[in-house]
């Protein structure tokens, strides 16, 4: 069974991306103490977790000065990949708290293993506005997007559903 975390007042906070874009590996890490916890997660998740925390930090008090080493810590190693990730404001404590469930694993796997690793860390609106900020510039760094279909732009080419297989239409 991979580690659980739990982590009431985490110290660092983060997203990052490694590789190429069009074959990047995007990861998630948070830091409390000598505990630092890496998972693997999909650009789609970082969007739109960087989006729910817009709409979240736009209905809460202003956060205050906002951390400047958005840096991925090392050693880069992957704890495990995760799935559903959940956000919500805790008025009472002041801080978001993230939920995030490991990926569901095969079946083979899941008969030796008895339950899925989880974490909850809770971090400052500061925190989580600079990880906002830094992962919705992370995605927008990557491949533009098709002007036709918006799926991303190859180098190598680009096969647009839009035009089935033709030729770009003539503007």
Same mark, same amino acid.
């Given at each position: 069974?991979?580690?659980?975390?739990?982590?009431?007042?985490?110290?660092?906070?983060?997203?990052?991306?490694?590789?190429?874009?069009?074959s990047r590996?995007?990861?998630?890490?948070?830091?409390?103490?000598?505990?630092?916890?890496?998972?693997?997660?999909?650009?789609?998740?970082? !969007? =739109?977790? /960087?989006?729910?925390?817009? +709409?979240?930090? *736009?209905?809460?008090?202003?956060? #205050?000065?906002?951390?400047?080493?958005?840096?991925?810590?090392?050693?880069?190693?992957?704890?495990?990949?995760?799935?559903?990730?959940?956000?919500?404001?805790?008025?009472?404590?002041?801080?978001?708290?993230?939920?995030?469930?490991?990926?569901?694993?095969?079946?083979?796997?899941?008969?030796?293993?008895?339950?899925?690793? !989880? =974490?909850? /860390?809770?971090?400052?609106? +500061?925190?989580? *506005?600079?990880?906002?900020?830094? #992962?919705?510039?992370?995605?927008?760094?990557?491949?533009p997007?098709?002007?036709?279909?918006?799926?991303?732009?190859?180098?190598?080419?680009?096969?647009?559903?839009?035009?089935?297989?033709?030729?770009?239409?003539?503007?």
């Amino acid at each position: 069974m991979n580690q659980s975390f739990d982590m009431d007042a985490v110290e660092h906070f983060t997203v990052g991306a490694i590789g190429e874009p069009g074959s990047r590996l995007f990861l998630m890490q948070f830091q409390q103490g000598t505990v630092l916890a890496t998972l693997k997660v999909e650009k789609q998740q970082v !969007s =739109a977790l /960087c989006s729910y925390l817009g +709409e979240l930090l *736009a209905d809460s008090p202003s956060p #205050g000065h906002l951390p400047e080493d958005m840096a991925l810590r090392t050693p880069l190693d992957i704890d495990w990949v995760a799935g559903a990730l959940g956000a919500s404001y805790d008025e009472v404590a002041d801080r978001i708290t993230f939920l995030i469930e490991e990926a569901g694993l095969s079946e083979l796997e899941s008969e030796s293993i008895d339950t899925n690793a !989880s =974490a909850r /860390c809770m971090v400052t609106r +500061e925190q989580a *506005a600079a990880f906002a900020i830094h #992962g919705t510039s992370l995605v927008e760094s990557g491949r533009p997007p098709c002007p036709l279909c918006g799926h991303p732009l190859d180098p190598s080419g680009h096969a647009c559903p839009r035009t089935n297989g033709h030729r770009p239409p003539s503007l």
